[in-house]
């Protein structure tokens, strides 16, 4: 495998050049308004794709070590930097193709789909080891979806699962190596999807809340993990919480919730700082961490009640999306 670690400098600027166009053909903006639209089709509703989300079907395990690596796997799936490389730099998450576990049929990211729903996981845009020259996209799976119809076996004791996501994020989206918790918290994240889990309402609005409870959810497991020691995987965790909050921060742009942004920013930081302290072995971390999950309701609160005046609006959705230029 040697042999292809040298990134070709071609693949690189290729996905740039690529990312450059997506982004121009925002009137007026140095990008879209919400980066999920980079690889949403452009025939895709965009109130389902951009205003909702599947619901998800997790099957918690009853077992104490089984369910915290079920937390930070959830966390980890929906954290671009777990992935590396380009996807990374893009805003691209196991979550953007498995949205809440599932698939996503709104899917289209240039040079690695073919049709909505499909991509190539095997493609060069992402990846300077596995690239195999070939346009192979595939339809992205549901990954809630029975067991028996995976290519890969989801037995607890077949760790052929590990093995396929080992790969996935080291040599087909050029991330670095995964902290072992990191890499066992995405297998048993995926193995605990369950069909028998699913929601009645297939989907649900995206909203402030949805997120935030995401974020929460993050800070608790990087509590957990940087208890118990494991701070490079307690890292993940606090980055995991810090997308949800980016993921928020886009559709705050507007003067009339500019406090509710400042508010969002002023949490991002505090985040940042507990990232650099569990990264320097500073004392204070676990405090830090619990005094963030402390004002993160209030947050919360404030972030719904301003929720109209924002993105997260159905109709000032559509109303950003119109700014597309046609063509
Ligand atoms: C760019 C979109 C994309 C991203 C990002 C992505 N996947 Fe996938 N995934 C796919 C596609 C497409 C396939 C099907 C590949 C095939 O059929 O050869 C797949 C297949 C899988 C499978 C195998 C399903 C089976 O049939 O056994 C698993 C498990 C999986 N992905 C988990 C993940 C995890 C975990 C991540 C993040 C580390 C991730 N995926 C990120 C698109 C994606």
């Not at 699962?161 to 790969?167: M, P, Q, R, S």
């Not at 402030?208 to 990087?222: E, F, T």
């Not at 972030?303 to 119109?322: E, N, P, V, W, Y």
Request: aromatic letters at 4%; proline letters at 9%; charged letters at 20%.
């Amino acid at each position: 495998m040697d042999r292809f670690r040298t990134r070709p400098a071609v693949v690189v600027l290729g996905a740039l050049a690529l990312a450059l166009a997506a982004a121009g053909a925002w009137a007026g903006r140095a990008g879209p308004p919400i980066r999920a639209m980079l690889w949403i089709a452009r025939d895709a509703d965009p109130v389902r794709a951009l205003g909702s989300t599947p619901t998800e079907c997790l099957k918690p395990p009853s077992d104490a070590a089984q369910a915290r690596a079920v937390e930070v796997g959830r966390a980890a799936f929906r954290t671009p930097v777990v992935l590396g490389g380009q996807a990374a730099r893009a805003g691209i998450a196991c979550e953007s193709c498995h949205r809440s576990g599932r698939t996503n049929p709104d899917f289209q990211f240039p040079g690695v789909s073919s049709a909505p729903g499909t991509a190539d996981v095997t493609s060069s845009l992402f990846s300077s080891h596995r690239g195999n020259g070939v346009d192979d996209p595939r339809p992205i799976p549901d990954l809630s979806g029975p067991k028996a119809a995976f290519k890969i076996g989801q037995a607890p004791d077949d760790r052929r699962l590990e093995a396929f996501i080992h790969g996935l994020v080291t040599e087909e989206f050029d991330g670095p190596e995964p902290a072992p918790a990191v890499l066992a918290g995405l297998a048993a994240y995926v193995r605990s999807l369950d069909p028998s889990a699913c929601p009645a309402p297939p989907r649900q609005p995206l909203s402030p809340a949805l997120l935030m409870a995401d974020a929460r959810q993050s800070i608790a497991a990087a509590r957990t993990e940087s208890a118990a020691g494991d701070t490079a995987t307690a890292v993940v965790m606090v980055a995991a919480a810090r997308a949800r909050l980016g993921l928020i921060d886009e559709r705050f742009n507007t003067p009339a919730v500019a406090a509710q942004r400042r508010a969002l920013r002023d949490a991002d930081r505090r985040l940042a700082q507990v990232q650099d302290a569990l990264r320097t072995g500073r004392p204070g971390a676990g405090s830090a961490l619990a005094n963030w999950l402390d004002r993160a309701r209030p947050l919360e609160a404030d972030l719904t009640a301003h929720r109209s005046a924002s993105l997260f609006d159905t109709a000032r959705l559509r109303q950003a999306l119109k700014l597309r230029l046609p063509g």
